[in-house]
């Protein structure tokens, strides 16, 4: 148990809706991150947040977007959803922002991920 | 920038087989590599790291060594075990050091 919580765990929804994916980060860790992992795109890093503020950004659609809130659990908000975005969702938390040079890069440590998949 | 390159699976072993996986990365200056593993059903997490050249990273029996000249930190395992089967990720920051880039996953199956 990596100590990081998402929910739910399944999720199936038709195309043209929006979701709504929780993460609660480990005790202490104040980064957020939020993977998608599908099968043919492999493992996608979307977004990071740091204490609530956005840090990095991957390759994140602008239907998508994300918040972290002030007692630091995240929500992954998909919206307009199309077949294509069904695919397995991770998030991860560290404990610093854990990227800058000389900082070096904290350890992740990944939820079980939420299943998405869209009718 | 930087990127990863990993060897494409399923690799299927049977048990106490010698196993090696290939990273090879392109990178500007000398980052932390590390290999992440995705058991079945669960998120990543950690197998091993090296922050610098010449470090040999290792945990669970898996071993990784940094070499700069050959810019590769392949995955070793002298004798797999069934409960090895997982899939397994190369990885190394970005050259803004803000993000990390992952390889697209070697799937490993041992048969007992």
């Not at chain 1, 204490?51 to 929500?75: C, M, T, V, W, Y």
């Not at chain 1, 077949?83 to 992740?108: I, K, N, P, R, T």
């Amino acid at each position: 148990d990596s100590g990081v919580t998402q929910t739910p765990k399944h999720l199936i929804t038709a195309t043209g809706q929006r979701v709504t994916l929780r993460c609660s980060p480990r005790s202490g860790d104040l980064s957020v991150y939020w993977y998608q992992q599908s099968l043919d795109q492999g493992l996608q890093f979307l977004i990071q947040y740091y204490n609530g503020e956005e840090r990095a950004k991957g390759n994140i659609l602008e239907r998508f977007s994300a918040q972290q809130f002030p007692d630091l659990h995240s929500e992954l908000n998909l919206s307009s959803l199309e077949l294509g975005d069904s695919a397995l969702y991770f998030c991860a938390s560290s404990v610093g922002w854990g990227m800058l040079a000389g900082e070096g890069l904290h350890e992740q440590f990944f939820g079980p991920g939420t299943r998405l998949t869209v009718l | 920038g930087n990127s990863v390159t990993q060897m494409e699976g399923p690799v299927t072993l049977s048990e106490e087989a010698f196993l090696t996986i290939n990273c090879t990365y392109t990178a500007t200056g000398y980052p932390s590599l590390f290999w992440y593993v995705q058991y079945p059903g669960e998120g990543l997490q950690l197998l091993l790291k090296a922050t610098k050249a010449d470090d040999k990273g290792s945990n669970k029996g898996f071993e990784a060594t940094y070499r700069k000249e050959t810019t590769s930190f392949h995955l070793e395992k002298g004798s797999v075990q069934v409960s090895d089967s997982a899939v397994y990720f190369c990885a190394l920051p970005a050259g803004n050091n803000r993000k990390l880039i992952w390889g697209l996953g070697t799937s490993l199956a041992v048969n007992p």
